[in-house]
Nanobody, 128 residues
Framework: QLQLVESGGGLVQPGGSLRLSCAAS????????IGWFRQAPGKEREGVAC????????YYADSVKGRFTISRDNAQNVAYLQMNSLKPEDTAVYYC?????????????????????WGQGTQVSVSS
Protein backbone atom coordinates (compact mmCIF):
# COMPACT_ATOMS: atom_id res chain seq x y z
CA GLN A 1 0.00 0.00 0.00
CA LEU A 2 1.35 3.39 -1.02
CA GLN A 3 2.01 5.81 1.81
CA LEU A 4 3.04 9.43 1.31
CA VAL A 5 4.69 11.78 3.78
CA GLU A 6 5.18 15.48 3.06
CA SER A 7 7.85 17.63 4.62
CA GLY A 8 9.54 20.97 4.09
CA GLY A 9 6.78 23.37 5.03
CA GLY A 10 7.27 26.31 7.33
CA LEU A 11 7.11 30.05 7.76
CA VAL A 12 8.83 32.17 5.14
CA GLN A 13 8.85 35.85 4.23
CA PRO A 14 7.34 37.06 0.97
CA GLY A 15 9.79 36.50 -1.84
CA GLY A 16 11.36 33.54 -0.10
CA SER A 17 11.62 29.91 -1.17
CA LEU A 18 10.73 26.51 0.16
CA ARG A 19 11.10 23.02 -1.20
CA LEU A 20 8.46 20.51 -0.26
CA SER A 21 9.20 16.80 -0.37
CA CYS A 22 6.80 13.91 -0.75
CA ALA A 23 8.41 10.64 0.29
CA ALA A 24 6.69 7.45 -0.79
CA SER A 25 6.85 4.01 0.75
CA UNK A 26 5.19 0.72 0.05
CA UNK A 27 5.13 1.12 -3.72
CA UNK A 28 7.54 2.63 -6.23
CA UNK A 29 6.32 5.89 -7.76
CA UNK A 30 7.74 5.25 -11.22
CA UNK A 31 4.41 5.03 -13.02
CA UNK A 32 2.31 7.08 -10.65
CA UNK A 33 0.93 10.47 -11.55
CA ILE A 34 1.70 12.85 -8.71
CA GLY A 35 -0.06 16.01 -7.74
CA TRP A 36 0.53 18.79 -5.25
CA PHE A 37 -2.67 20.33 -3.96
CA ARG A 38 -3.21 23.05 -1.42
CA GLN A 39 -6.04 24.17 0.78
CA ALA A 40 -6.28 27.53 2.46
CA PRO A 41 -8.76 28.22 5.29
CA GLY A 42 -12.26 28.62 3.93
CA LYS A 43 -11.26 27.61 0.41
CA GLU A 44 -11.55 24.48 -1.64
CA ARG A 45 -8.58 22.24 -2.27
CA GLU A 46 -6.89 23.26 -5.50
CA GLY A 47 -4.39 21.60 -7.77
CA VAL A 48 -1.10 23.47 -7.77
CA ALA A 49 1.23 21.31 -9.83
CA CYS A 50 1.04 17.79 -11.21
CA UNK A 51 3.30 15.48 -13.16
CA UNK A 52 2.24 12.41 -15.05
CA UNK A 53 3.90 9.09 -14.44
CA UNK A 54 4.36 7.78 -17.94
CA UNK A 55 5.80 10.74 -19.81
CA UNK A 56 6.41 13.52 -17.33
CA UNK A 57 3.72 15.88 -18.58
CA UNK A 58 3.33 18.71 -16.11
CA TYR A 59 0.52 21.02 -15.11
CA TYR A 60 0.79 24.26 -13.16
CA ALA A 61 -1.96 26.46 -11.88
CA ASP A 62 -1.79 29.92 -13.43
CA SER A 63 -1.17 31.42 -10.02
CA VAL A 64 2.13 29.54 -9.61
CA LYS A 65 3.47 29.34 -13.16
CA GLY A 66 7.05 30.54 -13.35
CA ARG A 67 7.46 30.32 -9.57
CA PHE A 68 6.84 26.65 -8.69
CA THR A 69 8.48 23.56 -10.16
CA ILE A 70 7.35 19.99 -9.67
CA SER A 71 9.86 17.19 -10.05
CA ARG A 72 10.34 13.59 -9.13
CA ASP A 73 13.26 11.33 -8.28
CA ASN A 74 12.10 7.82 -9.01
CA ALA A 75 15.34 6.32 -7.73
CA GLN A 76 14.72 7.89 -4.33
CA ASN A 77 10.95 7.45 -4.53
CA VAL A 78 10.42 11.13 -3.78
CA ALA A 79 8.57 13.99 -5.42
CA TYR A 80 9.35 17.65 -4.88
CA LEU A 81 7.71 21.02 -5.18
CA GLN A 82 10.21 23.87 -5.42
CA MET A 83 8.46 27.10 -4.53
CA ASN A 84 10.16 30.41 -5.27
CA SER A 85 9.02 34.01 -4.99
CA LEU A 86 6.45 33.02 -2.44
CA LYS A 87 3.50 35.30 -1.82
CA PRO A 88 1.14 35.61 1.15
CA GLU A 89 -1.62 34.09 -0.98
CA ASP A 90 0.43 30.89 -1.23
CA THR A 91 -0.27 30.29 2.46
CA ALA A 92 -2.06 26.95 2.78
CA VAL A 93 -1.70 23.34 3.79
CA TYR A 94 0.03 21.55 0.94
CA TYR A 95 -0.74 17.92 0.19
CA CYS A 96 0.82 15.48 -2.21
CA UNK A 97 -1.28 12.82 -3.86
CA UNK A 98 -0.47 9.95 -6.16
CA UNK A 99 -2.54 7.67 -8.33
CA UNK A 100 -1.46 5.03 -10.82
CA UNK A 101 -4.33 6.04 -13.08
CA UNK A 102 -4.38 9.65 -14.30
CA UNK A 103 -7.79 9.28 -15.88
CA UNK A 104 -10.58 11.22 -14.26
CA UNK A 105 -8.41 13.73 -12.48
CA UNK A 106 -5.06 14.66 -14.00
CA UNK A 107 -6.47 15.59 -17.40
CA UNK A 108 -9.14 17.82 -15.93
CA UNK A 109 -8.28 21.49 -16.07
CA UNK A 110 -7.70 22.25 -13.31
CA UNK A 111 -6.88 18.75 -12.04
CA UNK A 112 -9.31 17.43 -9.49
CA UNK A 113 -8.25 15.62 -6.32
CA UNK A 114 -7.52 11.98 -7.16
CA UNK A 115 -8.94 8.99 -5.35
CA UNK A 116 -5.49 7.54 -4.78
CA UNK A 117 -3.11 8.00 -1.88
CA TRP A 118 -2.67 11.25 0.03
CA GLY A 119 -0.16 12.54 2.52
CA GLN A 120 -1.05 14.24 5.76
CA GLY A 121 -0.17 17.71 4.54
CA THR A 122 2.43 20.30 5.47
CA GLN A 123 1.74 23.91 6.41
CA VAL A 124 3.23 26.69 4.34
CA SER A 125 2.89 30.19 5.73
CA VAL A 126 4.12 33.27 3.89
CA SER A 127 4.18 36.37 6.01
CA SER A 128 6.42 39.25 6.96
Amino acid sequence: QLQLVESGGGLVQPGGSLRLSCAASGVTLDYYTIGWFRQAPGKEREGVACISGSDGITYYADSVKGRFTISRDNAQNVAYLQMNSLKPEDTAVYYCAADDNPQGWFWNRPPTPPLGSWGQGTQVSVSS
